[in-house]
């Protein structure tokens, strides 16, 4: 009885180191890769907007990303995600890799609801949530 279960507990424990190195192997093949394709999808949620594709592909060229082509360890999803969080015209970007290779990005576009002139003549828009967007 007592054999029987230290056979049991040794192959649970071989399984288990096995899905490790697997595991551990699979992650190393997939950082190798390099990222063939760069998606954007931008959800709008009005009919006016402040950027397009174009631009955020843009944005992220001036700041310095390369994202297709490059190695997928050279590319940090949470960072180009942080940086289009920023952008004040974005309610949300998320950045990730898919397992092919692909980057994928998708964005929420803010929804600015109406358009403010101050007595300086300046122009801003509040969104959909009560805060100031700057005028594109």
Not at 111 to 117: A, Q
Not at 118 to 130: A, L, M, R, T, V
Request: with cysteine; hydrophobic share 40%.
């Amino acid at each position: 009885m007592l054999i029987k279960k230290v056979v049991i507990v040794s192959i649970w424990c071989i399984l288990l180191a096995g899905l490790v190195v697997i595991l551990d192997f699979v992650e190393e093949q997939h950082q190798s890769l390099t990222c063939t394709k760069f998606d954007i999808l931008i959800k709008y949620n009005s009919d006016d907007y402040f950027f397009v594709t174009d631009d955020i592909y843009n944005l992220l060229k001036q700041k310095g990303y390369k994202i297709e082509g490059s190695p997928l360890s050279d590319i940090d999803a949470e960072k180009i995600e942080t940086t289009l969080n920023a952008n004040p015209y974005i309610e949300n970007a998320d950045v990730f890799i898919s397992i092919n290779g692909n980057v994928k990005a998708y964005i929420t576009h803010k929804k600015p609801i109406v358009k403010v002139f101050n007595k300086y003549n300046k122009s801003f828009y509040i969104d959909d949530k009560g805060y100031l967007i700057p005028p594109p």
